[in-house]
């Protein structure tokens, strides 16, 4: 959706301007407001014409899980009164892109057909920050469909080394 990322950006940006030294917690913050307002429910609860803004921010500071720095209070408010709730969960991806950028790492979602962990985890980490050059956050999700092998993205790159991926390169291979 670009238009979402399009509105996001300016948020996102300004954010990440006004929390330079201390963008980890920012992240922190702003990963726990984004998952409250992917809600439909409290999307849906914003929306309504006769609930206040102020309504919306007790309801959702009330759910998250820690107080809310100054920093946070003030963006929520900010949101809420543009009537941009829908677009938080872009704009901590959008925050997590640009802090990623400045550290020079990056997120890297491994799909396995089994679980990954500890030393084996480590050391797959390993040789994944030699293959894209650079370090990277890990998220490992079990995806069954793959067989055996695993699917890493980081970014828009892509790095399939799953057996199903091999099989439909043979399918491919044979029928042409």
């Known amino acids: 959706m670009a238009e979402l990322a399009t509105i996001a950006r300016p948020y996102a940006e300004a954010l990440f301007e006004t929390s330079r030294g201390d963008a980890a917690a920012t992240q922190g913050w702003l990963d726990a407001l984004a998952a409250a307002c992917a809600t439909p429910q409290l999307l849906q609860?914003?929306?309504?014409?006769?609930?206040?803004?102020?309504?919306?921010?007790?309801?959702?500071?009330?759910?998250?899980?820690?107080?809310?720095?100054?920093?946070?209070a003030n963006f929520l408010r900010t949101v809420i009164d543009n009537g941009r709730l829908a677009v938080m969960p872009e704009v901590a991806a959008q925050f997590r892109d640009l802090a990623n950028a400045q550290s020079g790492r990056s997120d890297a979602q491994i799909y396995s057909a089994f679980p990954i962990?500890?030393?084996?985890?480590?050391?797959?980490?390993?040789v994944l920050e030699k293959r894209?050059?650079?370090?990277?956050?890990?998220?490992?999700?079990?995806?069954?469909?793959?067989?055996?092998?695993?699917?890493?993205?980081?970014?828009?790159?892509?790095?399939?080394?799953?057996?199903?991926?091999?099989?439909?390169?043979?399918?491919?291979?044979?029928?042409?």
Not at 153 to 166: F, K, P
């Open 45 to 72: 609860f914003a929306a309504d014409p006769k609930v206040q803004g102020s309504e919306v921010f007790r309801l959702l500071t009330s759910v998250l899980p820690q107080a809310l720095p100054d920093r946070g």
């Open 117 to 126: 962990e500890g030393a084996e985890l480590a050391q797959l980490k390993t």
């Open 132 to 176: 894209f050059g650079r370090q990277l956050e890990t998220q490992v999700h079990i995806d069954p469909e793959l067989i055996g092998g695993v699917r890493v993205v980081v970014g828009d790159e892509v790095l399939d080394t799953s057996v199903r991926a091999r099989l439909q390169q043979m399918k491919v291979a044979l029928t042409a």
